[in-house]
Structures are given as structure tokens and as C-alpha cells.
């Protein structure tokens, strides 16, 4: 009698901490070749607030099954579809705060493959985030298809009257990550469960067996329900504790592994844009590349040709400070300012001359590439609210399994974690995880990135 084989299990919950978040595929791409996570159907918690579910838009379809090329491929916002497409992905949950919009609310069934007419890998949802990137095929068009359910749920900080067992716990667990430690000195932990029993209970905090915050979570549940802050338990608020957990928690078992990712700025965000470039020259960016989506009930034929002016608008924006690289005198502003929906241009170059004699208009193009529907979340978040929210995520955390690894993106050298803040949010996150799950094995891969990510191995495509 054959039966399934046993799932390999870490001694230490790893947390492998990178700075650029698509460096983070290389450590899930180890977990499956030591078979600690399957070769298909994985499942992903991520905390963002970016998606980063956009698809690499030349690359070839096959590129996955070669790593060294993938790996070269990807970049911060574009590295999940291609494990999607190759199979190894196919559920994610992405938990947005409130300030991050960039997909619609709620549970989207998508599939990914390879476009028959191009060889890229392309996507059938008809969400705007998709669509303006030129993104969507029709699923007769795609080969080697791949299911994807994408889970979009807002996650609230919690109300600023609530003081939980969480938030004491955590403060303990600060004050020692923020110090200098040994890797390893953590305390003793188990699994969370989930069940059916957290959806009907509306604040019962359940961490692990063993951990710090059992007990009291246990005393804090026996309060009276009366005493409860809104927000944390009534399941029909959106962004509320519980709402989180029942659109979280049906994707998960005890007995599967799943990834849990957080990426830094999902605590406190920023547009790092909004920096290079004036108001106004923003404002320039965001008519040049704006993305206007098709009706609601829009026909295959209407969708077709959304796209294909998508694609081209971009592939003529692309070309056009190609062009201004090698030159941008009057003659090449006037040439791509006299197209449809470019005169624009001329005002943009003007102003950036003005401040710079010798513009990137390399990084102008890439900023006009967020300026589509929705812009860049924005959001610097006081310390009290970043209090908040890993508190918030602490109660999730509490009510879902444990993970069998963390991958953790700083984001700062690129500034969408705020530098100053970041190693702060840090130490409050591994705070939570170690409260909740014992002892970690961490890995700050940015300290010595090129060491790490030599040693990552490639599952063989199935």
C-alpha cells in the first residue's frame, strides 16, 4: 500500500531577508529542490503593498525552466507569475493595507500561460492592473495553462484604543531584536492552528501552543464580548481582523505548506517618484501614460483592442526616450511631441532641462510606467500606526498555521520602505514571528547577498 510522502520540516522556522524582493525566489526555489516545499500547488500569504504580480513582459515563456536566465529576468515587481506559469504557485493571498488599491477587492480565478502568438507569458484576468500592461489573452491563446486564485483582501491596523496581549508581547520581543544577539536566541514555539471554530468565535486569539502569548491570549478571550474594540471582530467590516482571516484562512491547511512573505512597506510605503520629479512633471508622466480601461461587460473584440493600444502607447513612449538619450534637441522633442497624445512631451523636457542638463530618461520612462489607472501607493506611516498594523498582523498570524518559511523584502534601497524606518519595522516583525513560532533561523541575505544566492538550486520543470 504506496502513501504519500511524509513533508520534510524544518528544525527552526528559516526567515530569509532580502533587499530587493524578487531576490526572494532564489531561497523558495532551495525549499523545493530539499523538498521542503512541493514541486506544484504552493500556496502564498503575501503582505505588500504592491501585488508584484506583473509578468516580464519579452521575456520567453521557457526562460523559467532555466534559472540562471530567470533569474536575471525578474525584477521587484514581476517575480511570482513566472512561478506560477512553471507551475510550483498557484494559490496567493495578497494582504494590502488600506492605502494600496492597485487590484480589485475580493477572490479573482485567472490563468497563466504562454501565448501561442508570442511565446510570453500572458494572463487572463481583465483586472485593470493587467490590462494596462498589456497583459491579457484571451485562454484559447495560451498553452501550457496554469490555474491561479488570487486572493485580494485589505488588512486595518488595528483601532488605536485597543491594547492587546499582542502589542505587550511584541514590545518584549523588540527590545531584544533591536539589540546585537546571536542568530538563534529565541524562545521555545509551536503551530497556530485554523480552523472553522476562529470564523464563529469573534475575538478568540489562539497563538501557538507553548508560545509567550498563549496564556494570556486565553485570558483575554474569556473577557466579555462586550468589551470588544470594533474593528477586531465583526467579520462584515472590511480590513477588520476577522474579515481578514475568512478570506486567509479556507486557503490554508495544517497538513500543506505555504510560504508567508512580507515585504517591509506594506508597514509604511513610499512613491519614491514623487521625489525625482516635480508636481508638475509628475502630472506630465501620468497623462503621457494614462491607461484608459474598457467598459465593464466590454466583448472579446473590445478587449482586444484595448490592449493592443496599450501595447502600443507604451512601445512608443519606450521608443521615445530611447530616443532622447541619444538626443534631445529640439528636432527629437518636436518629432515624438507632434504624435497623438504626446505634446506633452516638449513641456516635460523643457522642465527636466531645467533642473538637469543631462536627464535619465531611462528612469523618467520607468516612473511613467506606474503612472497608469492607479498611481503608486504613497503613504509614510507615523510610528503609532506601523504599532498598529503589525499588530494587526500579529492577530492574523495567530489564527492561520504556521508557515514553512518566511521570506521578508526590506525595499529601502529603493525606497519604498522608508530607510529611516526600516530596520525598525524589522525588528517589530521578527519580534511577532518569533513570539508566535519559537525559535528562527534567520538569514539576512542583503548583509552578504552574493553568498546566499549563490547556493540556490532549480527544481526540473514537471
Known sequence: MSSAPLKRLYKDLPVWIVEDHHDVVCHIYRAIASRHLPQRDIKMV???????????????ADTVFDKDKLFSELSIENWIMPMVYAGHVSCVAWLHPYWAQQITEG???????RDSSTTTIRVTSKDHYFLSDGLYVPEEQLENSQPLRLNVVKVNPVPSSHQSCTEKTTAEHTDRWSAKRPR???SDGGE???SQAFLRTAYSLQPAEGSQTHKIAQDEARNDSQTRPVGIGDEDEEGSTNYVVKRTCGLLSESEPYILDIDLDFFSCKNPFKELYTQVEYAILQDLYSFRGPRPDASEEELDECVDHRIHQLEDLEAAFADLLEDDGDETVGRWASRPGMASLAQLVSSLKSRNPCPDYEMVHQAGLTCDSVELPHHISPDEEIDRLVSAVHL????????TLVTMSRSSLDEYCPAEQVDSVQSRVLAV?????????IHKDYDNPSTEAQDCFHPQAS
Request: charged share 20%.
Open 46 to 60: 503575501h503582505f505588500d503593498s504592491h501585488p508584484d504580480l506583473l509578468i516580464p513582459v519579452n521575456m520567453s
Open 396 to 403: 492574523l498570524l495567530m489564527r492561520l498555521p504556521k508557515p
Open 433 to 441: 514571528l518569533e513570539s508566535q513560532y519559537g525559535p528562527l533561523d
Open 107 to 113: 477572490e479573482h480565478q485567472m490563468t497563466v500561460g
Open 192 to 194: 497556530a492552528s485554523c
Open 184 to 186: 538563534k536566541e529565541c
